[in-house]
Each structure stands twice: as C-alpha cells, then as structure tokens.
C-alpha cells in the first residue's frame, strides 16, 4: 500500500504565494507519474500539474506562469509552488501518484489539503 500525505494548503491574500507538499511512503513498486489535481465543492476535480518520472512537468493552462510543479525522486515527493494566487484558485489540492507493481499501475490519492485565496 501507498500513502500520500499532502502538506502547505492555508489561507492567503490574492497575490500570495504558498507551496505544496506531498510525500509518498509505504510498499511501493515503482512511482511512474506524480502530480497534482483539485476540486471545488459541487464540481469534478481537475487536473493541475504533472510531473514524470523523469523530472518532467507540466501544469494545466489555467495555473500556467504562476505554478510550477516538481519532484525529488530519492524523497518520494512532488511539490507545487503557487505564485500570484487568485480566488478563483481556492479548492482542495489532492496528490496524485501513478504507482506500477508487478506490472500493474495503480493510482493512488492523497487526503486533500485546502487552499483559501480572499481577494
């Protein structure tokens, strides 16, 4: 089994800046992609950011310039750095891990950490 434990959500004003953390741990084959996605009450969630076993990232056009996601494979851990925060980017952030074991990819989700923007 995997565990993914988020850290860093909190409230801040418009314009601020905070940064996520999200370390795996566990039994674990091989963690293949990890990255970020969030949800806003009453709707679906949504993809963020993604980061590659290879150090590879990528984030959605929605947070483009003011988010960058990355990792640190020997940590286990992914993190999403927020600059210039607006409102509409208030949600819950879960991490995301795509994990193959004997051949199978499993995914896994961590428990969700808030994110408040006030403007």
């Known amino acids: 089994q995997v565990q993914l434990v988020e850290s860093g959500g909190g409230s801040v004003q418009a314009g601020g800046s905070l940064r996520l953390s999200c370390v795996a741990s566990?039994?674990?084959?091989?963690?293949?992609?990890m990255g970020w996605y969030r949800q806003i009450p009453g709707k679906g969630r949504e993809f963020v950011a993604h980061?590659?076993?290879?150090?590879?990232?990528e984030v959605d056009d929605s947070v483009k310039g003011r988010f960058t996601a990355s990792r640190d494979n020997v940590k286990n851990t992914v993190y999403l750095q927020m600059n210039d925060l607006r409102p509409e980017d208030t949600a819950v952030y879960f991490c995301?891990?795509?994990?193959?074991?004997?051949?199978?990819?499993?995914?896994?989700w961590g428990q969700g950490t808030q994110v408040t923007v006030s403007s």
């Open positions: 980061t590659g076993s290879d150090g590879s990232a």
């Open positions: 566990g039994t674990m084959g091989r963690i293949n992609a």
């Open positions: 995301n891990a795509m994990v193959v074991d004997y051949g199978l990819t499993r995914a896994y």
